[in-house]
């Protein structure tokens, strides 16, 4: 039962982080990306076996054959791998926010040139847009109008 519930979590988190990666938006993809992490510290979290009370070293070396037969230690492998996990996951993140913070003071923006699709480019805001709605609003202000041509004040 718990493992179902274990893997029903991570398919889930799977899940999230792909819709919020493939969604437009640096921070949706760095959430998106920190669920992913998330997913795949808990598969590996699951991929050891639970063993409450036992240690993941050897006492004595020179019986070492004698208390692996006898008795049962904690696998310490996905501890290790997880830790290595949470670690790249981190690196992985600053390094998104540093590439996307550089996209956008190099671009200017947060589109990229022929992103949208054909027909949606009214979707892009750039500051001459800004400048013209500025603009429209100051001449509307001389006619006793307060809001922009859109409807939406400034």
Same mark, same amino acid.
């Given at each position: ?19 919020? $990666? ?17 997913? $795949? ?20 070396? !020179?019986?070492?054959?004698? %208390? ?41 923006? %947060?589109?990229?040139?022929? %992103? ?21 609003? !100051? %001449? ?15």
């Amino acid at each position: 039962m718990t493992q179902l519930i274990l893997a029903l979590t991570v398919g889930i988190l799977f899940a999230c982080g792909a819709y919020l $990666v493939m969604r437009r938006g640096k921070i949706k993809l760095i959430l998106g990306l920190g669920l992913f992490s998330h997913g $795949v510290n808990l598969l590996l979290f699951g991929s050891g076996e639970m063993i409450l009370g036992k240690p993941a070293i050897f006492n004595d070396k !020179a019986n070492f054959l004698g %208390e692996l037969a006898t008795r049962s230690f904690a696998d310490p492998l996905p501890q290790a791998l997880i830790l290595t996990a949470i670690v790249i996951s981190f690196g992985i993140t600053a390094f998104m926010i540093v590439l996307l913070n550089r996209r956008d003071t190099l671009l200017g923006s %947060e589109i990229m040139e022929n %992103e949208l699709a054909p027909g949606y480019d009214w979707l892009v805001y750039t500051d001459d847009d800004l400048e013209e709605q500025r603009q429209k609003q !100051a %001449e509307s202000k001389g006619n006793g109008s307060s809001k922009i041509s859109g409807g939406e004040p400034l």
